[in-house]
């Protein structure tokens, strides 16, 4: 089965500092890559997802690179703020069964102001 | 006001007893999911149903048992085989597990049993 690994497990940034988080998979048939963050004593939400028919992936503030030669994706923060503190996930499926994913341990990102 | 209710928020569980957590969602969605989450293990997945009256194992199905009678409804029970149940439970659902435009996971805000 799928095997995600992700780095750092946390990440100390101050504010206005860029902030990445890398993960790694090892089926080559997945196909989806989404990241949620889960602020702390709240529900996991979608921040941003990509498909592997795409290399990069950007909105506002945050960007998302995969290269599926080398099995990695990434999530770039920039111009961090203190609410983007929270825990990220890297997750990994195959299109054709989207909810059955496989997560990343999870980082920590700590922004300090 | 659409989303996923889980219910309760904190259970507490002496060990042999089996606990039912509950989870409901009005999005009208077709698939739901139950994910554990444990510190520093990310969320794994339990169990699965794409469909009302069907269900699927997922990577940690051993100690769980599900239904799904109806759409709205996807109630997990811990049992007490489960040898290591403390953890975090976060159910899940998906519009349609085939073909949908999007692969947006919307999460319950989760129950936390705590075995004594």
């Known amino acids: 089965g799928e095997n995600v690994e992700q780095h750092p497990s946390t990440l100390s940034v101050q504010e206005g500092d860029s902030a990445v988080i890398k993960c790694t998979y090892s089926?080559?048939?997945?196909?989806?890559f989404p990241w949620y963050k889960q602020e702390l004593g709240k529900r996991p939400q979608l921040i941003i997802d990509?498909?592997?028919?795409?290399g990069e992936k950007k909105d506002q503030r945050i960007a998302v690179t995969l290269n599926k030669t080398a099995k990695h994706f990434s999530l770039h923060i920039t111009e961090t703020q203190p609410e983007d503190s929270a825990v990220y996930f890297c997750?990994?499926?195959?299109?054709?069964?989207?909810?059955?994913?496989?997560f990343g341990q999870g980082t920590i990102l700590t922004v300090h102001p | 006001d659409g989303g996923i209710t889980q219910s309760p928020k904190y259970l507490f569980r002496k060990e042999g007893q089996n606990v039912t957590l509950s989870c409901e969602q009005n999005?009208?969605?077709?698939?739901m999911y139950w994910y554990r989450q444990d510190p520093g293990q990310g969320l794994r997945l339990i169990y699965y149903?794409?469909?009302?009256?069907?269900?699927q194992k997922g990577d940690i199905a051993e100690g769980y048992s599900v239904s799904r009678e109806k759409k709205e409804s996807f109630p997990l029970t811990v049992t007490s085989a489960q040898k290591n149940p403390t953890a975090f439970y976060l159910c899940?659902?998906?519009?349609?597990?085939?073909?949908?435009?999007?692969?947006?996971?919307?999460f319950g805000e989760g129950s936390r049993l705590t075995v004594l």
């Open positions: 997750a990994a499926s195959s299109l054709t069964s989207y909810g059955k994913l496989t």
């Open positions: 089926d080559s048939a997945s196909n989806y």
């Open positions: 990509i498909r592997s028919n795409v």
């Open positions: 999005l009208n969605h077709d698939a």
């Open positions: 149903s794409q469909i009302v009256n069907d269900f």
């Open positions: 899940a659902s998906i519009p349609s597990s085939r073909g949908a435009n999007t692969g947006e996971l919307f």
